[in-house]
């Protein structure tokens, strides 16, 4: 497995990229306007393409192009637009206001998970003077703030962004983790991904036409 030097540009890079969407992971746990929270989204996965695009120049990977590539065109751009002119001004969804925590409380339990992920994955378990020994911290960080976005939101369309940045986490890892991806495996898992944000788009907008609004507990009522 190669390794990548954090003093190299593109380590320099990596480690500035996986900073930026620790700090929009944080901004969308933050937001309680859906406008905002699909933007902050739509522009992480522009910086993970970036980062992808950054390891796929260092390490000469056609197939971490494509990846980069598709990241950009799909989460970028695609799913925010979608988002936006579905959830927001069609169907009118402006603020998430059934969230299980106040914002004050999940800043600070963001703040501990990311001190948690530093102590778990930092220490003698990475190689030292490696990107991968800064940027993998972040993205278990960037993982954690998307599950605990998903645990203390309530409205489906947010758990579903929350979901997106828990694989931006992950995506963000595996690409500072190794030199190449057997290419199949890794385009399945992304069209899997893709295929399950369309359901979830449908069933939320149906959901959302019958209801005001359409929460965890809304779904929990409707279980027979």
Request: net charge positive; hydrophobic share 60%.
């Amino acid at each position: 497995m190669q390794s990548l030097s954090a003093s190299s540009t593109a380590g320099v890079l990596l480690d500035l990229s996986g900073a930026t969407i620790l700090l929009l992971a944080f901004a969308c746990l933050a937001s309680k306007l859906f406008n905002r929270y699909v933007a902050y989204y739509g522009a992480q996965s522009v910086v993970l393409s970036f980062a992808a695009g950054t390891a796929a120049v260092a390490f000469h990977s056609t197939e971490l192009w494509i990846l980069a590539v598709l990241t950009l065109a799909v989460k970028g751009i695609a799913i925010p637009i979608a988002a936006r002119r579905v959830l927001v001004r069609r169907l009118a969804l402006k603020r998430d206001a059934s969230m299980s925590t106040g914002l004050s409380t999940s800043l600070i339990a963001g703040g501990a998970l990311t001190a948690f992920a530093y102590l778990v994955t930092r220490p003698a378990l990475l190689p030292h003077g490696t990107a991968a020994a800064a940027v993998v911290p972040l993205s278990t960080a960037v993982i954690l703030l998307g599950a605990l976005s998903m645990v203390v939101r309530r409205h489906t369309v947010a758990q579903l962004i929350g979901w997106l940045i828990v694989e931006n986490g992950v995506f963000l890892g595996a690409i500072t983790l190794v030199a190449t991806f057997p290419f199949i495996v890794e385009a399945g898992i992304f069209l899997d991904l893709v295929a399950g944000v369309l359901i979830m788009l449908a069933l939320v907008s149906g959901l959302a036409q019958r209801l005001a609004s359409a929460t965890a507990s809304d779904l929990r009522r409707l279980r027979g």
